[in-house]
Nanobody
Framework: QVQLVESGGGLVQAGGSLRLSCAAS????????MGWFRQAPGKEREFVAG???????????NYADSVKGRFTISRDNANKMVYLQMNSLKPEDTAVYYC???????????????????WGQGTQVTVSS
């Protein structure tokens, strides 16, 4: 019943910026922590960033060490959207980026991909050098 649709990917030069968007369905979007993951060819899907649910909105967001200071995750609960602002992009950021919703409401941010039950189809981000 929950569907997630990513958009905003593309081809950019190193040092450029992109903003990814995730449009969510479902009645209880604000009750779930949301995350962004990415997967490059030959690599496992890895955690990129997470934002808490509305009940824990005062807790901090979480980022992979590789993107701290460059990426910013945010959410718009009224419109059921989650965003990933990506600045100072590097070639190693090249991957398919996925939006995901945690499987349990009001939980903490999780970095394990196995804790998420709902996934989008992904959007390709390619950073050239």
């Amino acid at each position: 019943q929950v569907q997630l649709v990513e958009s905003g990917g593309g081809l950019v030069q190193a040092g450029g910026s992109l903003r990814l968007s995730c449009a969510a369905s479902g009645r209880r979007f604000s009750s779930y922590a949301m995350g962004w993951f990415r997967q490059a060819p030959g690599k496992e899907r890895e955690f990129v960033a997470g934002v808490p649910s509305v009940i824990t909105s005062g807790t901090p967001t979480n980022y992979a060490d590789s993107v701290k200071g460059r990426f910013t995750i945010s959410r718009d609960n009224a419109n059921k959207m989650v965003y990933l602002q990506m600045n100072s992009l590097k070639p190693e950021d090249t991957a398919v980026y996925y939006c995901a919703q945690d499987s349990h409401p009001y939980g903490k941010i999780r970095s394990d991909r196995n804790e998420y039950d709902y996934w989008g189809q992904g959007t390709q981000v390619t950073v050239s050098s």
